[in-house]
C-alpha cells in the first residue's frame, strides 16, 4: 500500500493563481481530510469527506474548494492565491470519521504565496 | 470552538524522562490522541487514551489523563535523540488539534 500520496510537493504561486493540490489513498477509507499547518498553530481543518460525494466545511474553509467524486480521490483547489494561504497542506485518511479513528496523513504540500 | 493548547517546547537530556503537557476544552472527546511530526514529514499517530481511562501504557509511553482538569499529558521514559521531534495532541471526533511542542534531546 502507497498508504496517502499528496502531489506535488513543493509549490510556488503568484497571488491570483489557481492550482489543485492531490491527494490519493489506497486504504479504501471512508473519511478524507484537507488540514493546513502554520506555525505554532498546529493543524486546522479545511475541508473533510465522509464519503464519495458528499463534503464539509472545517474550520477554515474560505478560499478553497474540495470534491470527493472517488473514494481513492480528495483534491483541494485554491480558486484565487493569496499569501496568507501560503502553508503547509495535508491530506489525509482513515477508516471513519468518528471513533478510535486513527488518521492517516500523507507526507504534505508545502505551498508559498507570492 | 473547541481549543486545545500545549506549551511550544521543552529539551531533555538523553536518558531523561520527558512530560509533554496538553489542555483541552471539549469534555465530549470519547477519544484522545497523540501525534508525532518529524522534520519534513506528515504527523503519525503514537498514542490515544479513550475517555474514560486515567493511564494508558505502551513500552516507553505513558498518556495520563485527568478528566476533571481537561489535562491529557506524555510522558516518554529513557528519552532518545531519535524521539525529537514534535508532538502534537488532539481531541474530539473531528479532531482539533493543539499548536504543538518541539522536543528536543540532547545527547
Known amino acids: 500500500n502507497a498508504g496517502v500520496t499528496q502531489t506535488p510537493k513543493f509549490q510556488v504561486l503568484k497571488t491570483g493563481q489557481s492550482m489543485t493540490l492531490q491527494c490519493a489513498q489506497d486504504m479504501n477509507h471512508e473519511y478524507m481530510s484537507w488540514y493546513r499547518q502554520d506555525p505554532g498553530m498546529g493543524l486546522r481543518l479545511i475541508h473533510y469527506s465522509v464519503g464519495a460525494g458528499i463534503t464539509d466545511q472545517g474550520e477554515v474553509p474560505n478560499g478553497y474548494n474540495v470534491s470527493r467524486s472517488t473514494t481513492e480521490d480528495f483534491p483541494l483547489r485554491l480558486l484565487s492565491a493569496a499569501p496568507s494561504q501560503t502553508s503547509v497542506y495535508f491530506c489525509a485518511s482513515s477508516y471513519s470519521g468518528t471513533g478510535n479513528n486513527e488518521q492517516f496523513f500523507g507526507p504534505g504540500t508545502r505551498l508559498t504565496v507570492l | 470552538g473547541e481549543d486545545v493548547e500545549q506549551s511550544l517546547f521543552l529539551s531533555v537530556r538523553e536518558g531523561d524522562s520527558s512530560v509533554i503537557n496538553c489542555t483541552y476544552t471539549d469534555s465530549s472527546s470519547t477519544y484522545l490522541y497523540w501525534y508525532k511530526q518529524e522534520p519534513g514529514a506528515g504527523l503519525q499517530l503514537l498514542t490515544y487514551?479513550?475517555?474514560?481511562?486515567d493511564m494508558k501504557q505502551d513500552q516507553r509511553l505513558t498518556v495520563l489523563l485527568n478528566k476533571k482538569d481537561k489535562h491529557l499529558s506524555l510522558r516518554i521514559a529513557d528519552t532518545q535523540t531519535g524521539d525529537s521531534a514534535i508532538y502534537f495532541c488532539a481531541s474530539g471526533n473531528m479532531l482539533t488539534f493543539g499548536g504543538g511542542t518541539r522536543l528536543m534531546v540532547k545527547p
Open positions: 487514551i479513550f475517555s474514560n481511562m
